[in-house]
């Protein structure tokens, strides 16, 4: 059975870091992403990638600041974020796919595995 377990979120001031970690088990998954909601807001895409790391795809609003990474050998799914804002406040889903997803990456349907969510607060 898949299950993914997030960590990592918290409170933190306009222009810090956060490292949020997400813990894969079950099947092999071969696309991994993080998606956000912020209040009032749909779920969005923020990165997403394959388990081998070779295509990476960003959000135009969080390109250059953040940094999504995958530690096969411990299952994980990170996503580094730099110099964050307030507009960054959101609850953060990592989500995983057994499927090569390619230029699909975006599409929330595409994926059948979530994690429960973990919620960052950036204050101004």
């Known amino acids: 059975q898949a299950q993914l377990v997030e960590s990592g979120g918290g409170l933190v001031q306009a222009g810090g870091s956060l490292k949020l970690s997400c813990v894969a088990s079950?099947?092999?998954?071969?696309?991994y992403a993080w998606f956000r909601q912020g209040p009032r807001k749909d779920r969005e895409i923020v990165a997403a990638?394959?388990?081998?790391?070779?295509?990476?795809y960003y959000a135009e609003a969080v390109k250059d600041r953040f940094f999504i990474s995958v530690d096969r050998a411990k299952n994980t799914l990170y996503l580094q974020m730099n110099n964050l804002r307030p507009e960054d406040t959101a609850v953060y889903y990592c989500?995983?796919?057994?499927?090569?997803?390619?230029?699909?990456?975006?599409?929330?349907?595409?994926?059948?595995?979530w994690g429960q969510g973990t919620q960052v607060t950036v204050s101004s």
């Open positions: 990638t394959d388990k081998s790391h070779v295509t990476v």
């Open positions: 989500a995983a796919s057994e499927y090569f997803l390619g230029s699909y990456y975006s599409n929330r349907e595409n994926y059948a595995n």
């Open positions: 079950g099947p092999v998954f071969e696309s």
